[in-house]
């Protein structure tokens, strides 16, 4: 089993950025695709961003793009999510999910998940 812990979530004020991570416990943390989900109060839980085995291709949803950043460090088994100009809508709780391929990722499956670590955007 692949344990998925996530950390860096808290209260940001709109506009303002933060930065997730997640560490992975596998030694094979690069044979998997990496992503970040979200659930909002009262909403589906939806994808966020996802970034391939080799960190050569990454996707976000349209309502993040520009605004957050994937990233992965395969040495040390990490994936980190940069936040930034935060909006009251992406106030949710982030999970770190890992799956055997990013299409398995962007269609809102994965097969390893985070605990999730919440995020606050206030006015």
């Known amino acids: 089993q692949v344990q998925l812990v996530e950390s860096g979530g808290g209260l940001v004020q709109a506009g303002g950025s933060l930065r997730l991570s997640c560490a992975a416990s596998e030694r094979t943390f690069t044979n998997y695709a990496m992503g970040w989900f979200r659930q909002a109060p009262g909403k589906e839980r939806e994808i966020v961003a996802a970034?391939?085995?080799?960190?050569?291709?990454?996707d976000y949803r349209d309502s993040v793009k520009g605004r957050f950043s994937i990233a992965r460090d395969n040495a040390k088994s990490t994936v980190a999510l940069q936040m930034n100009s935060l909006r009251l809508e992406d106030t949710a709780v982030y999970y770190c999910?890992?799956?055997?391929?990013?299409?398995?990722?962007?269609?809102?499956?994965?097969?390893?998940w985070g605990q999730g670590t919440q995020v606050t955007v206030s006015s």
């Open positions: 970034i391939s085995w080799r960190g050569d291709s990454a």
């Open positions: 999910a890992a799956a055997r391929s990013l299409r398995t990722l962007l269609s809102g499956s994965a097969a390893y």
